[in-house]
């Protein structure tokens, strides 16, 4: 076997040693200050390539691999918004509707004016069949998404807020 890129390759093993180097963490430390990662002497590096390794993942769509990666990123360095972001949108893609709002959740407290975390809030919302919760998310996602100039989220979330008051419209008339 010929290996073209040797970055993957010590990518692909950097990320499979991390996570099972996270594995046997006990459970009682102290998870909220990212001692996960000052106990296994992760540098920053190394949260790095894993955080790598876990979008290349995702964008693969492996989502479980991906999902596993992020949660051990998130016990290192749970203040990290983007592996929060990570987390909370391959638990979306598998469902984990709870997992996607307490990582949005952090997005939110950590990072209030960053739309992604009202967005993902919203659509975890949706999913456990909280219209109204997820229309107020999604409508602070597309105030936020529009500051910043993003238009492909803003157009999304329009979307969503015309689908959410037919929905609710819909339950009105339903009563």
Do not use: W
């Not at 105030?143 to 008051?165: P, Q, W, Y």
């Amino acid at each position: 076997m010929i290996i073209h890129d040797t970055n993957a390759l010590v990518e692909a093993k950097v990320s499979t040693n991390f996570e099972r180097l996270c594995s046997d963490f006990p459970v009682s430390a102290s998870l909220t200050d990212g001692a996960l990662a000052e106990a296994r002497g992760f540098s920053e590096a190394v949260l790095q390539i894993a955080a790598a390794s876990a979008n290349a993942k995702l964008v693969a769509g492996d989502m479980k691999s991906a999902m596993s990666t992020y949660a051990m990123l998130v016990l290192c360095a749970p203040l990290n918004i983007e592996y929060q972001c990570g987390l909370a949108a391959s638990a979306l893609q598998e469902q984990k509707f709870e997992v996607v709002i307490r990582s949005a959740s952090m997005v939110i407290a950590h990072s209030p004016s960053d739309y992604r975390g009202y967005y993902l809030s919203g659509l975890a919302c949706f999913g456990l069949g909280h219209v109204k919760e997820a229309h107020e998310d999604i409508e602070q996602a597309h105030e936020f998404a529009s500051r910043k100039g993003n238009s492909i989220v803003t157009d999304h979330c329009k979307m969503l807020i015309s689908h959410f008051g037919s929905l609710t419209n819909d339950a009105i008339n339903c009563e």
